[in-house]
């Protein structure tokens, strides 16, 4: 589903137009955006929850030449389904 899709669908199950729907959406990413920055996590209820996590520096090792290089730290963004969605995904459906 691309961006269009999912704004339309959404905006028909909400009631209303795709403009202020498309505006809603962009408001909550920034929020969203904001609060990770901010390194704050989001939860949204009965959906899962976003949080930022820092990856360590570690080593690694190029196969072909065999030189080790050094990654430095980093924050990555992750996503943990609650139960009720790890056990439909499992489910297949």
Request: charged fraction near 25%.
């Amino acid at each position: 589903m691309n961006n269009k899709e999912f704004i339309s669908e959404l905006a028909t199950r909400a009631g209303y137009d795709q403009k202020s729907t498309q505006k809603l959406v962009n408001n909550i990413i920034t929020a969203m955006s904001d609060a990770f920055v901010a390194d704050n996590s989001v939860i949204v209820p009965n959906f899962g929850v976003f949080e930022t996590k820092k990856k360590m520096e570690r080593v690694i090792v190029n196969p072909s030449t065999g030189q080790r290089m050094l990654v430095p730290p980093k924050l990555v963004l992750n996503f943990k389904p609650n139960q009720v969605w790890k056990e439909k995904l499992k489910g297949g459906r």
